[in-house]
């Protein structure tokens, strides 16, 4: 049965969902439940970095519009207790724009930009002609760090209509797209070479820096009809369907079905890579009937076919059967959410 449902019934932020593939909400529903029941203590998650959990608060307020509930709405009044000051002194400006982003998903502006203004910090023009650090060691200029400018210099400019965060997506998205960041099979490597040359560094070409671009070039078609936004986020999403996908899945290069060498970060990759295209099919209106639209219901698919475990927990591998190599922890359930939440967002 085709269900539609109206685009309204958010509570608070700004409206990010469309469709409702009931099938995968209620796989949603299931496992945002086990990983509350497991990982969710004393109003955060102990067992794994802050920023994962910036991202799976970010999943959960999605899963609660899908789902016209409320359900998850206050994790984020507690889930960065006792991180806060490590966040805002650590000097990992990857890490607090993750915060702002699920800030601005739950309405509160104040705090995205308290978040964003530390990232903002990062901003250089005397180290490869512009972007922004890493970290605090000013040293390195990535893909993640800079994908997430994009993002939430968009979202913020979406919210407020404030034309300084329009300003500082166009910037550095054109000093990121100018950039050697991207490598020739149309994928983001990892970052620049500390060398003073800025090269492309050749390291992975990790799932989630194909996926975290989408959001920026989402903004920047939106205020600006640019259709280029929308060929390059093409050109993006093809080259992931080329390259990094194994039995229709996505594949993280430490996946294996006999030993992953993932950590802890990485096992979270796939679904920030599955939420972001949904987040871009969202925001430009291409949300139905495209391949991509059907490839993330697929990658829902997989998961449901191949990771899960004991109903409704589900590990690291989404292209194959386990044999003894999975991962079952708190990224690999968040990320499954993450495929859920994204394939409910589309019609079916
Ligand atoms: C990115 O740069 C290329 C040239 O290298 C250009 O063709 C393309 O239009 C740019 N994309 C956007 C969205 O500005
Ligand atoms: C999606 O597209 C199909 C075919 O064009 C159409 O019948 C359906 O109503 C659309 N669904 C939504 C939610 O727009």
């Known amino acids: 049965m085709k269900v539609i449902l109206s685009t309204t019934l ?3 932020g700004p409206v990010l969902v469309h469709g409702l593939c009931q099938k995968y909400v209620d796989a949603a529903t299931t496992a945002a439940e086990n990983l509350q029941s497991a990982y969710f203590s004393g109003g955060t998650y102990p067992s794994q ?3 994962i959990s910036a991202v799976d608060t970010w999943h959960l307020q999605r899963l609660d519009s899908l789902a016209g509930a ?9 889930v960065f207790t006792d991180y806060e000051t490590q966040l805002q002194t650590g000097g990992s400006y990857d890490d607090v724009q993750w915060v702002s982003i699920a800030y601005l998903l739950a309405g509160n502006v104040d ?39 994009l993002a939430t210099s968009g979202y913020l ?4 209509q404030d034309t300084q965060y329009l300003t500082n997506l166009k910037n550095i998205w054109e000093w990121f797209n100018a950039s050697a960041m991207r490598g020739s099979n149309g994928l983001y490597n990892d970052g620049l070479t500390k060398d003073g040359l800025c090269a492309n560094n050749g390291q992975t070409q990790w799932t989630y820096n194909q996926g975290v671009v989408l ?4 903004f920047l078609y939106k205020y600006t009809q640019d259709e280029s936004a929308i060929t390059m986020a093409w050109s993006i999403m093809d080259a992931v369907l080329a390259d990094l996908v194994d039995n229709g899945a996505l ?5 294996s079905t006999t030993s992953s060498t993932c950590d802890n970060d990485q096992v979270s990759f796939k679904g920030i890579l599955v939420e972001y295209m949904a987040w871009f099919l969202s925001l430009t209106g291409r949300d139905n009937g495209t391949k991509y639209s059907d490839f993330i219901k ?37 990320a499954a959410l993450g495929a859920f939440v994204a394939a409910g967002a589309q019609s079916c």
């Open 251 to 255: 594949r993280e290069s430490c996946d």
């Open 215 to 218: 959001a920026g070039l989402g």
């Open 157 to 160: 400019y979406d919210v407020t």
């Open 111 to 149: 705090m995205a930009k308290t978040y964003y203004d530390i990232a903002s910090t990062a901003v250089d023009s005397s180290y490869c002609g512009g972007g922004l650090f890493w970290s605090s060691a000013r040293d390195y200029k990535n893909a993640i760090t800079n994908e997430l400018y």
């Open 70 to 78: 409320s359900t998850y709405s206050g994790i984020i009044d507690t």
């Open 298 to 334: 697929l990658q829902a698919d997989k998961v449901l076919q191949y990771a899960v475990g004991s109903a409704g927990w589900y590990s690291n591998l989404w292209y194959d059967p386990d044999a003894n190599g999975a991962v079952w922890t708190a990224p690999s359930q968040g």
């Open 49 to 51: 970095p802050v920023w």
């Open 10 to 12: 958010l509570l608070s």
